[in-house]
């Protein structure tokens, strides 16, 4: 096991942390023997749904037919779509902290009107409720 902790460089041979998680990244994806101990059977479970979906998104196949087959939502599948513009995976919890922000129209009183309303989003538009 000696002889493999040097496999990894240095944070200090790198411009940055990124850099550095790149260049470890390629070098772990590289072997199987190097990758397999560090990652549970649940999360390859999970890099292998995530790839298979992704193929399926490439192929053209509807996010309803990939969610029956891998057994996804369509949230998931629509998140790994976006991932492949972004270059990264984020989770909808990941995205929730910058992206989905709640205000009038999704059930949060509307302040700008001078008195507290709540509204409630319908198929039929917003609703006021009393």
């Known amino acids: 096991m000696a002889r493999n902790a040097f496999l990894i460089p240095p944070v200090s041979h790198y411009a940055s942390r990124k850099e550095w998680e ?11 023997a190097r990758l397999e101990p560090l990652v549970t059977p649940r999360e390859r479970h999970a890099l292998v749904i995530r790839a298979a979906a992704l193929e399926r998104i490439g192929a053209g196949i509807s996010y ?22 972004e270059h990264g995976y984020r ?5 929730g902290k910058t992206e989905r922000k709640r205000g009038p129209g999704r059930g ?5 009107s001078g008195e507290i309303q709540n509204y409630r989003k319908t198929k039929y538009g917003r609703v006021r409720l009393h």
């Open 64 to 85: 309803r037919r990939i969610a029956d087959e891998l057994w996804l939502s369509p949230q998931t599948i629509s998140v790994l779509k976006k991932s492949v513009g």
């Open 22 to 32: 790149a260049a470890c990244w390629k070098k772990l994806i590289r072997s199987r």
């Open 91 to 95: 989770s909808y919890w990941e995205r």
């Open 108 to 112: 949060m009183p509307d302040y700008h």
